[in-house]
C-alpha cells in the first residue's frame, strides 16, 4: 500500500481531499497529525483541525468545521454546512445531515442516524439538524428528529427516537424516548 504523507498527515491510496464541488470552491484545511482512510471524500471548503482520523469510505461534505482529535468512522456521512467540536468520536455508520451542531467530547455510537427535515418531501421547511451540547454520549442505532438539542452531560441509549430536546445531564431511553434521571455511574463528562 502506498500513501501519501505530508506535513505529518497521511492519506491513504484512494482517498479524495480536495473534491470541487463549484467553480469557486477552495481546497480543505487540515491541520497536523491526520489518518485519512480509503474510499474517504472530503470536499472543499472544509476547515479540519489537529489529529483527524478518518475510517474508510467516510465522507465529509462542504461548508463543514471540525475541531481538533476527532474520529469519523467507516462510511460515517457529514452531509455539509456543520459544525463538530474538539474530541469527538463517531462510529460506523454515523449519519449527520446539513445543519448540525456538535459539541466538544461528544460520542456518537455506530449507525446512530440525525435527521434535519420534519416533513420529508412532503411539505417545505427549513433543515435543522440536531444540536448535541458537550459530553453528550449518543448510543447505536440512535435516532434523533429535526431540531431537537441534546443537553450538556446527556445520555441518549441505544435504540432511542429522541422527538424532543433531551435536558442537560439526563437520560433519553425508548421510543420515543423518554427522559429520566441519570444514574450515577453515567454522570461526568466524556474522557475522549
Not at 469510505?57 to 455539509?80: C, F, Q
Not at 412532503?122 to 448510543?139: M, Q
Request: proline share 7%; aromatic share 4%; no cysteine.
Amino acid at each position: 500500500m502506498t500513501e501519501s504523507q505530508s506535513h505529518d498527515r497521511t492519506v491513504h491510496p484512494d482517498a479524495t481531499v480536495g473534491y470541487a464541488y463549484s467553480d469557486d470552491s477552495t481546497s480543505p484545511v487540515i491541520g497536523d497529525g491526520a489518518t485519512i482512510r480509503s474510499g474517504t471524500v472530503i470536499y472543499d471548503d472544509v476547515t479540519i483541525g489537529d489529529d483527524f482520523t478518518t475510517g474508510h469510505g467516510a465522507l465529509v461534505r462542504e461548508e463543514t468545521t471540525i475541531g481538533d482529535d476527532v474520529i469519523v468512522g467507516t462510511n460515517t456521512v457529514i452531509d455539509g454546512q456543520t459544525t463538530i467540536g474538539s474530541h469527538v468520536s463517531m462510529q460506523t455508520n454515523v449519519y449527520v445531515p446539513t445543519n448540525t451542531t456538535i459539541g466538544n467530547r461528544v460520542f456518537v455510537g455506530p449507525a446512530a442516524t440525525f435527521t434535519n427535515d420534519p416533513y420529508p418531501i412532503r411539505r417545505s421547511a427549513d433543515l435543522e439538524g440536531p444540536t448535541l451540547e458537550d459530553d453528550v454520549s449518543i448510543g447505536a442505532n440512535a435516532t434523533l428528529l429535526p431540531g431537537v438539542t441534546v443537553g450538556a452531560g446527556s445520555f441518549v441509549a441505544a435504540g432511542a427516537v429522541v422527538t424532543d430536546d433531551v435536558p442537560p445531564e439526563t437520560l433519553a431511553v425508548g421510543a420515543p424516548a423518554e427522559i429520566r434521571p441519570l444514574p450515577e455511574s453515567l454522570a461526568g463528562g466524556n474522557d475522549l
